[in-house]
Protein backbone atom coordinates (compact mmCIF):
# COMPACT_ATOMS: atom_id res chain seq x y z
CA UNK A 1 0.00 0.00 0.00
CA UNK A 2 1.54 3.69 -1.07
CA UNK A 3 1.50 6.06 2.13
CA UNK A 4 -0.09 9.21 1.59
CA UNK A 5 1.63 12.64 0.77
CA UNK A 6 0.17 13.68 4.94
CA UNK A 7 1.77 10.07 6.15
CA UNK A 8 4.74 10.62 4.26
CA UNK A 9 5.29 14.70 5.38
CA UNK A 10 4.46 14.39 9.18
CA UNK A 11 7.49 12.31 9.91
CA UNK A 12 9.63 14.52 7.70
CA UNK A 13 8.38 17.50 9.32
CA UNK A 14 8.84 16.11 12.50
CA UNK A 15 12.75 14.93 12.12
CA UNK A 16 13.40 18.40 10.14
CA UNK A 17 12.30 20.64 12.66
CA UNK A 18 13.52 18.62 15.97
CA UNK A 19 16.80 18.11 14.18
CA UNK A 20 17.34 21.89 13.37
CA UNK A 21 16.67 22.98 17.11
CA UNK A 22 19.12 19.43 18.00
CA UNK A 23 21.42 21.07 15.96
CA UNK A 24 21.47 24.74 16.78
CA UNK A 25 21.13 24.14 20.27
CA UNK A 26 24.86 21.78 19.74
CA UNK A 27 26.37 24.25 17.45
CA UNK A 28 25.64 27.54 20.21
CA UNK A 29 26.82 25.39 23.12
CA UNK A 30 30.00 24.68 21.74
CA UNK A 31 30.49 27.72 20.72
CA UNK A 32 30.05 29.22 24.04
CA UNK A 33 32.17 26.45 26.17
CA UNK A 34 35.12 26.89 23.54
CA UNK A 35 34.60 30.90 24.00
CA UNK A 36 33.26 31.84 26.71
CA UNK A 37 34.94 31.24 30.35
CA UNK A 38 32.27 30.10 33.06
CA UNK A 39 30.54 33.10 34.94
CA UNK A 40 32.06 35.36 32.46
CA UNK A 41 29.39 37.27 30.75
CA UNK A 42 29.48 39.42 27.05
CA UNK A 43 27.17 42.35 27.06
CA UNK A 44 24.90 42.24 23.86
CA UNK A 45 21.95 44.85 24.35
CA UNK A 46 21.05 46.82 27.58
CA UNK A 47 19.29 43.97 28.50
CA UNK A 48 20.96 40.94 26.99
CA UNK A 49 24.21 39.07 27.98
CA UNK A 50 26.13 35.83 26.80
CA UNK A 51 27.03 34.02 30.05
CA UNK A 52 28.27 30.49 30.63
CA UNK A 53 26.38 28.44 33.25
CA UNK A 54 26.65 24.40 33.63
CA UNK A 55 23.06 24.28 35.05
CA UNK A 56 23.07 20.37 37.02
CA UNK A 57 18.98 21.36 38.08
CA UNK A 58 16.01 21.44 36.19
CA UNK A 59 14.38 24.25 34.81
CA UNK A 60 16.24 27.55 36.19
CA UNK A 61 18.71 25.22 38.16
CA UNK A 62 15.64 23.53 40.37
CA UNK A 63 16.08 20.14 41.59
CA UNK A 64 19.97 20.53 40.86
CA UNK A 65 20.24 18.24 44.28
CA UNK A 66 18.34 15.47 42.78
CA UNK A 67 21.56 14.28 40.59
CA UNK A 68 22.10 13.83 36.67
CA UNK A 69 20.79 10.04 36.41
CA UNK A 70 17.20 11.14 37.31
CA UNK A 71 16.80 14.07 35.14
CA UNK A 72 18.41 11.40 31.97
CA UNK A 73 15.65 9.20 33.33
CA UNK A 74 13.33 11.89 33.19
CA UNK A 75 14.18 12.86 30.20
CA UNK A 76 14.12 9.98 28.30
CA UNK A 77 10.33 8.71 29.48
CA UNK A 78 9.48 12.35 28.35
CA UNK A 79 10.88 12.26 24.76
CA UNK A 80 9.63 8.77 24.32
CA UNK A 81 6.28 9.90 25.14
CA UNK A 82 6.59 12.65 22.75
CA UNK A 83 7.50 10.59 20.06
CA UNK A 84 4.88 8.12 20.60
CA UNK A 85 2.23 10.70 21.29
CA UNK A 86 3.65 12.97 18.01
CA UNK A 87 3.28 10.17 15.84
CA UNK A 88 0.13 8.66 17.12
CA UNK A 89 -2.43 11.77 17.74
CA UNK A 90 -1.13 14.64 16.14
CA UNK A 91 -2.92 16.74 13.66
CA UNK A 92 -3.28 20.44 12.66
CA UNK A 93 -1.00 23.19 14.10
CA UNK A 94 0.50 20.76 16.60
CA UNK A 95 2.83 19.39 14.36
CA UNK A 96 5.09 22.37 14.69
CA UNK A 97 4.84 22.38 18.19
CA UNK A 98 5.72 19.07 19.27
CA UNK A 99 8.89 18.30 17.15
CA UNK A 100 10.33 21.86 19.01
CA UNK A 101 9.91 20.57 22.91
CA UNK A 102 11.30 17.75 21.07
CA UNK A 103 14.38 19.06 19.78
CA UNK A 104 14.57 21.05 22.88
CA UNK A 105 14.23 17.90 24.97
CA UNK A 106 17.03 15.90 23.19
CA UNK A 107 19.38 19.20 23.13
CA UNK A 108 19.32 19.12 26.68
CA UNK A 109 19.59 15.40 26.85
CA UNK A 110 22.79 15.46 24.78
CA UNK A 111 23.97 17.79 27.33
CA UNK A 112 23.58 15.78 30.16
CA UNK A 113 24.93 12.45 29.15
CA UNK A 114 27.82 14.20 27.92
CA UNK A 115 28.44 16.97 30.04
CA UNK A 116 26.36 15.82 33.16
CA UNK A 117 25.00 19.21 33.19
CA UNK A 118 22.91 21.78 30.59
CA UNK A 119 24.74 24.59 29.23
CA UNK A 120 22.84 27.86 29.47
CA UNK A 121 24.40 30.83 28.06
CA UNK A 122 21.25 33.38 26.67
CA UNK A 123 21.19 35.84 30.05
CA UNK A 124 17.80 38.43 29.61
CA UNK A 125 17.71 41.34 32.44
CA UNK A 126 16.20 44.58 33.48
CA UNK A 127 18.10 46.46 35.69
CA UNK A 128 19.64 43.74 38.74
CA UNK A 129 16.56 41.86 38.00
CA UNK A 130 17.72 38.65 35.87
CA UNK A 131 15.37 36.17 34.01
CA UNK A 132 17.59 32.63 34.20
CA UNK A 133 20.17 31.75 31.90
CA UNK A 134 18.71 30.10 29.22
CA UNK A 135 20.05 28.23 25.76
CA UNK A 136 18.50 27.59 22.40
CA UNK A 137 16.54 23.93 23.61
CA UNK A 138 14.70 25.37 26.62
CA UNK A 139 13.80 28.50 24.24
CA UNK A 140 12.60 25.84 21.60
CA UNK A 141 10.70 24.18 24.59
CA UNK A 142 8.97 27.05 25.39
CA UNK A 143 8.05 28.13 22.18
CA UNK A 144 6.74 24.54 21.38
CA UNK A 145 4.60 24.32 25.16
CA UNK A 146 2.96 27.38 24.18
CA UNK A 147 2.13 27.01 20.43
CA UNK A 148 0.69 23.38 21.87
CA UNK A 149 -1.88 24.84 24.48
CA UNK A 150 -2.25 27.66 22.32
CA UNK A 151 -3.18 25.02 19.41
CA UNK A 152 -5.11 23.01 22.04
CA UNK A 153 -7.27 26.20 23.51
CA UNK A 154 -7.77 27.13 20.08
CA UNK A 155 -9.17 24.07 18.89
CA UNK A 156 -11.62 23.65 21.31
CA UNK A 157 -12.45 26.99 20.76
CA UNK A 158 -13.52 25.88 17.09
CA UNK A 159 -15.10 22.89 18.23
CA UNK A 160 -17.21 25.06 20.59
CA UNK A 161 -18.35 27.24 17.78
CA UNK A 162 -18.78 24.60 15.14
Given at each position: MLRSDSQVRKPLIIFLISFTVI????????????????????????????????????????????????????????????????????????????????????????????LGNVIDFIDVYVGKWHWPAFNVADSALTIGIILFIWSNLRSGELKKSG
Open positions: FFDYLTKKIIVESVSPFESINVLPFLRIVHVENKGAAFGLFANLGNKIFIGISIIAITLIIIYTLKFVRGKEIYSLPLILGGAIGNLIDRVR
